[in-house]
C-alpha cells in the first residue's frame, strides 16, 4: 500500500440544507467581489456579491449590505466563478473495489470542479449510491446512471432486449448503456421498449446497426464518436464493417470527407448529442510511449496494479510488436478533428466527457486532456467550457436546476484563480469546489491512500 496526498480541498462548512430561512442567517454565505464568468456567451460579470442560502444561489448583485451579518464570507476578490463542470463519460467503480477506492473515486472527480458525472456502466449499486450522494450522506457530484451493459452477449435475442429494457426501466436507470456486438434486429426491438418504457439509451454504435439506422434511432449520445468514421466509407467501397478495427482506424485511408456534412445534417435533426472523448485517441491509442503517459503527477492518484494493467494494454495497441502506424494515426486523428468540429458547429452538440478512468485517464484530471484535444480540433475555450456546463444541463432537461451561475439555479460552483475563458489551463487553478448540498471546498491538505 501507498500513501498518497491530495493537495486540494478541504474545509466543510455546513450551511442548512434542509432549510428554507433567509439571509442573514446561519446557513447562508456570501462569495464576495468576484468575477462572474457567464459560460452561455463568454462575458465577465466583475465584482459581484454572491449570496448561497439552502444548497442555491439567493442573489447576485454588484453591493450588499452588511456582508458581516452572514454566517460565512468567502473572498473572491481576483478569482473567477464558473458552474460545476460535468464528466459526462464517466466510469464508477463498481462492488469489486473497495469502499475506500469508490470514495476516493469520486473525490478525485471532485477535486477537479467536476460536479457532475454521467455513469457508462451501470450496477445496482450505483442506484444506491446515486441516492447517498444526492442525500448528503456521500461525498460526490451528482450521479447519473447508465443500467448495465447491453451488448452482443448480454441480449442475444430479441426476447432478453425486451426484459432486460422493461428490467432496468422499473429499476430507476437513468439511461440504457449500448454496447457493440448487437444486431439490428434486437437493436430494434431494444429500441422500441425503450420508447414505450420511456427511458433513453447512450454509448457504442453496434457494426451491425451502423451509424445511419443509430442517428435515425435517436440515441441520446453517441460517444467516442462511434460509428462516424465507419460511416464516411463509400458504400460502393465494398467493405466488412467488422474489420473496422479501433473505432474504425482500419477504414482511415477509405474514407470519403465529403460525407461528413451528410451525417452532421442527420445529427442535428435527430437532436443526438456527441461526446467525442477524444483524450482516449490522443493518450491511449496514440504515438506516446507508457513512460510519457505514467510519468505525469496525476498518475500517483491511481493503484499500482491499475498503472500496470494500463501499461500492458498501451503497449498491445501501440507498442513496437503490435504493428501500430505513427503516419496512418496522423490522418485517423484529422479525420476524428474534422469530425468532431463540424459536430460541433453544425451539428446537434457536444457534451465533455473524457471516459474516466479508462486508459491513462485519470478521474477529474482527464477532463483538462479532454479540452486539450478540443481545442487541437479548434473550438474555443468558450466553446467548451459550454459542452461541460450549459450542454450537459440541456441534455437532461435541467437547465433551471444547474449549468451557470445564476440565481435561483443550484450552488454547484468552482471558484478559480485565473479566468478559464483566457487560458483553459486556469480550470486547474482551483481555489473552491462548492456542492448545492452545503459543502464549500478550499484549500486544504487531505491524505489519500491506494491499494497495490
Known amino acids: 500500500m501507498k500513501k498518497l496526498s491530495l493537495s486540494i480541498v478541504i474545509v466543510l462548512f455546513f450551511l442548512g440544507c434542509k432549510s428554507n430561512s433567509q439571509p442573514p442567517s446561519p446557513t447562508s454565505f456570501l462569495i464576495s467581489d468576484v468575477n462572474i464568468v457567464d459560460v452561455s456567451n463568454g462575458t465577465i460579470l466583475e465584482d459581484q456579491q454572491v449570496v448561497i442560502d439552502s444548497g442555491r444561489i439567493l442573489s447576485i448583485n454588484d453591493q450588499v449590505a452588511d456582508p458581516e451579518r452572514f454566517g460565512n464570507v468567502i473572498d473572491g476578490s481576483g478569482k473567477y466563478l464558473i458552474p460545476g463542470l460535468a464528466e459526462m463519460h464517466a ?132 460517444d467516442h464518436i462511434d460509428g462516424y468514421l465507419e460511416g464516411l466509407v463509400p458504400a460502393d467501397k465494398g467493405l466488412d464493417p467488422n474489420t473496422n478495427g479501433f473505432f474504425g482506424y482500419n477504414f482511415t485511408d477509405e474514407t470519403d470527407p465529403a460525407l461528413i456534412e451528410e451525417l452532421v445534417s442527420l445529427s442535428k435533426e435527430k437532436q443526438v448529442w456527441i461526446v467525442p472523448t477524444q483524450s482516449l485517441f490522443e493518450r491511449w491509442f496514440a504515438p506516446t510511449t507508457a ?19 494500463w501499461k500492458s494494454r498501451k503497449l498491445q495497441s501501440t507498442g513496437d510488436e503490435s504493428g501500430f502506424d505513427a503516419a496512418k494515426w496522423e490522418r485517423f486523428i484529422k479525420i476524428r478533428r474534422d469530425l468532431l468540429k463540424s459536430l460541433h458547429d453544425h451539428g446537434h452538440g457536444i457534451i465533455l466527457g473524457s471516459d474516466a478512468p479508462q486508459l491513462f485517464n485519470v478521474p477529474g484530471f482527464s477532463i483538462h ?61 482551483v481555489s473552491g469546489v462548492f456542492l448545492a448540498w452545503c459543502l464549500v471546498f478550499t484549500l486544504h491538505s487531505v491524505s489519500r491512500k491506494a491499494k497495490e
Open 91 to 222: 466510469h464508477i467503480p463498481s462492488p469489486n473495489t473497495t469502499r475506500e477506492r469508490l470514495e476516493e473515486t469520486l473525490f478525485l472527480y471532485l477535486s477537479n470542479g467536476i460536479t457532475t458525472i454521467r455513469g457508462m456502466l451501470g450496477h445496482p449499486m450505483h442506484l444506491e449510491l446515486r441516492q447517498e450522494v444526492a442525500d448528503g450522506n456521500v461525498l460526490g457530484p451528482r450521479i447519473f446512471t447508465s443500467s448495465p451493459s447491453l451488448n452482443g452477449n448480454s441480449v442475444p435475442t430479441a426476447e432478453e432486449a425486451r426484459s432486460k429494457v422493461t428490467d432496468y426501466a422499473m429499476a430507476g436507470y437513468d439511461f440504457l448503456k449500448i454496447h457493440p456486438g448487437i444486431k439490428k434486429d434486437i437493436f430494434d426491438t431494444l429500441v422500441a421498449t425503450a420508447n414505450e418504457k420511456g427511458i433513453a439509451f447512450a454509448g457504442h454504435v453496434p457494426v451491425d446497426v451502423g451509424i445511419r439506422h443509430a442517428l435515425n434511432s435517436e440515441f441520446a449520445s453517441i
Open 291 to 309: 513512460e510519457e503517459m505514467l510519468s505525469q503527477p496525476e498518475m500517483q492518484y491511481m493503484p499500482v496494479s491499475t498503472l500496470a494493467q
Open 369 to 429: 486532456h479532454e479540452m486539450e484535444g478540443m481545442l487541437r480540433a479548434g473550438l474555443t475555450p468558450k466553446e467548451i467550457l459550454k459542452t461541460g456546463t450549459v450542454n450537459p444541463a440541456r441534455y437532461f432537461g435541467m437547465e433551471l436546476v444547474f449549468g451557470q451561475v445564476k440565481e435561483g439555479l443550484e450552488a454547484d460552483l468552482i471558484l478559480l484563480d485565473g479566468n478559464p475563458l483566457d487560458d483553459l489551463n486556469n480550470l486547474k487553478k
